[in-house]
């Protein structure tokens, strides 16, 4: 999704001394493959609210949240995705914690014409830092398509948010597969 796609011949004969090359590699994640970076792992904890909690009822939500993740070790990354309407209050309550902020999607143009959309930079002037692109319920109510996906995950790279990308199956999809006897 996240880079130009190579054959694996170009791949093997890459100069990866090149910026054109390790840029459209993935850059800074393709040379920490390669071994020319550390690799930081660090555990990934994050709350999609989806269509849930004014703005008073986050500002509460918040203050009783906080106190319960003081001693979260050092190696959690905690990240919340209210609904658009409640991000300036929550980034608000957060401000000065452990606490990333995240838009529950990303248009990939700028502004427009794109009724019920939000973009990058106006995510960011909220303190968004993620957003999250390719999740079940635009797959299957809005008919997204993985090139939509792809356009949303770049659009949120090339203005700073880092992308968490949704990858899987459908909870009636889980539940079939679960409940199915092989």
Known sequence: FFFKQ?????IRNCDWSSDVCSSDLGGLA????LGELPLVRKAVIA????????CE???????????LIDNLPEDREVILAPPFTAIPTLHEEIRGTRVGLA??????????AYTGMI????????????AIVGHSEPRKYYSETDEQINLRA?????????????????????STRLNSSH
């Open 154 to 174: 770049r659009s949120a790279q090339a203005h700073g948010l880092i992308p968490i990308l949704c990858v899987g199956e459908s909870l009636d999809r889980k």
């Open 6 to 10: 190579k054959t694996a011949y170009e």
């Open 103 to 112: 838009g529950q999607n990303v248009h990939w143009e700028e502004k427009g």
């Open 47 to 54: 709350g999609n609210w989806k269509m849930h909690m004014t």
């Open 30 to 33: 393709w040379r920490a493959f």
């Open 57 to 67: 009822e986050t500002r509460a939500f918040a203050r009783a949240f906080l106190p």
């Open 119 to 130: 973009s990058a930079p106006m995510l960011l002037e909220h303190g968004v830092s993620h």
